[in-house]
């Protein structure tokens, strides 16, 4: 690359866990620059999760973190033209894009479900990714499913 690359921002923890993780999310969440309403909707959607598994020896927060994990994905297939055939490569994926793949997934798998108001969504979404269930999960197994397919073009990787 001939430009010398961005600095990264420096992101805050948030103002009740002191996590930085959760304004990451909460910034994916943001419309308009509303962060506040993105903030309360993050707090109640963690508040509906402590009821509905109120069973549960963690906290909603170690709750959240853990479906962010199970709904995680390790590689993805990357297109890369060869030869005039364009190949589906399988490649791993830098820990900071794992990151805010697994987020942007849930949020948008959250907004596409029936409830009430987006907490709803978003806590009824949390619960699923921590069941191994629910549309990010699939989106997670679909993009590993299609990594294991073609990984016979693994060698073009770039």
Known sequence: MRKAKPKKRQVLPDPVFGDVKVTKFVNHLMYDGKKN???D???GALDIVRGKLSNEEKSPLEIWKAALDNITPQVEVKS???GGATFQVPT?????????ISMKNLILYARKRGGKTMADKLAAEIVDAFNNQGGAFKRKE?????????????HFRF
Do not use: G, L, W
Request: aromatic share 12%.
């Open 37 to 39: 309403i993105a903030f």
């Open 142 to 154: 679909d993009i590993h499913r299609m990594a294991e397919a073609n990984r016979a073009f693994a």
């Open 41 to 43: 909707i993050f707090y």
């Open 92 to 100: 791993e994926i830098r820990s900071e894009r794992k990151e805010s």
């Open 80 to 82: 890369r033209r060869i």
